[in-house]
C-alpha cells in the first residue's frame, strides 16, 4: 500500500513502513494515523512478512502530532461539550494505534533514525525491539505545551517504572540516545545511517524462527501487559483529551507555532 503520508515496502521476509513528513519531522496528522493502521494490516496479512520495521524519512523519527492540526481543532470549537468530542476522536485515534501495535502477533522493530518525541515516542514504546542511531533521542516534552501525554504515559511506566518514567514525564525531559538506551527505551544503538539495516538484521533473526512460535510469542508478551494496560491507556486517553480543551493547551500550542515561549494563565 502507497500513499502521500506513509510509503511501504518488502525486503526479503521484513516489511518496512516509512513515515513520510520529513518537511514536518514526520508529524502525525488524523489522515497518516489511518494510513498507518490499514499499512500495519496490510503487512499482518502478507505472509511472506514475518516482521514490520517502522521508520522515519529524513532525520526525524517522528516528533509527534502535527501541531497546526491541534491549533485548528481548537480554533474550530464552538463550546467545551464539542472541543471534548473532537480531541476525544484525535486521542482514541491514537490510542487505537498502540493498541494494535501492541497485539499484533507478528514483531514490530522501531528504526529510529532521529527525535522520536511525544507521540512519536508512543511508537517506540509500542515497539517490540528498538534500534536507533547513536544521534538519536526520546523525549515527552507535552507539558511545556501546555499538554499531558496521557496515551503515551502508561506505556512509558511500563517499560521503565513509575520511578523513571515519572521523571521524565514531569520534567517534560528529552532524553540522548545514550540515556535512553540504559533506560532500556533503546535497544540497540548503532552508526548513523545503519538503523534500518541493522533492524532487517533483526527482521531475519526473527524470521528464523518457526512462524507460530514467534506469534504466540507475540500473543504472550500482549496478554502480559494484560487488561490492566489497556484500562489505563483508555484513562490517559481521557486526560490527554481534556488536556486539549484548555487554556493551557490553546496557548501552549499557540506558542509552539508562534515561535516564542508560553505564558501561561
Not at 134 to 149: K, M, R, T, Y
Amino acid at each position: 500500500m502507497q500513499s502521500d503520508l506513509i510509503d511501504v515496502k518488502v525486503t526479503d521476509c521484513a516489511g518496512t513502513i516509512i513515515l513520510k513528513r520529513p518537511d514536518h519531522q514526520n508529524r502525525l496528522t488524523k489522515r497518516m494515523l489511518g494510513q498507518l493502521s490499514d499499512a500495519l494490516d496490510d503487512l499482518y496479512r502478507e505472509k511472506a512478512v514475518r516482521a514490520i520495521i517502522l521508520a522515519g524519512e529524513g532525520d526525524t523519527f517522528c516528533a509527534g502530532r502535527d501541531m497546526v492540526e491541534l491549533g485548528k481543532i481548537n480554533r474550530s470549537t464552538e463550546n467545551l461539550q464539542i472541543a471534548e468530542k473532537d480531541w476525544g476522536e484525535a486521542v482514541s485515534a491514537y490510542r487505537d494505534l498502540l493498541l494494535q501495535m501492541l497485539e499484533m502477533t507478528k514483531p514490530i522493530i522501531a528504526s529510529v533514525n532521529g527525535p522520536a518525541l511525544s507521540a512519536g515516542a508512543g511508537l517506540v514504546l509500542a515497539s517490540d525491539l528498538v534500534v536507533a542511531s547513536a544521534d538519536a533521542s526520546f523525549g515527552l516534552p507535552d507539558p511545556c505545551q501546555g499538554l499531558v501525554a496521557g496515551v503515551v504515559a502508561p506505556l512509558l511506566c511500563h517499560r521503565i517504572g513509575v520511578g523513571q518514567g515519572g521523571r521524565i514525564l514531569l520534567a517534560s525531559m528529552t532524553l540522548e540516545a545514550d540515556e535512553a538506551y540504559r533506560l532500556g527505551l533503546f535497544h540497540e544503538l548503532v552508526e548513523p545511517g545503519k538503523v534500518w539495516a541493522r533492524a532487517l538484521e533483526l527482521s531475519r533473526a526473527c524470521a528464523a524462527g518457526a512462524s507460530e512460535a514467534i506469534q504466540l510469542t507475540k500473543r504472550l508478551l500482549s496478554e502480559t501487559i494484560g487488561e490492566h494496560l489497556e484500562t489505563q491507556l483508555a484513562t490517559g486517553a481521557v486526560m490527554q483529551a481534556t488536556s486539549y480543551t484548555t487554556e493551557a493547551a490553546q496557548e501552549g500550542v499557540a506558542a509552539f507555532l508562534e515561535q516564542r515561549p508560553p505564558v501561561w494563565p
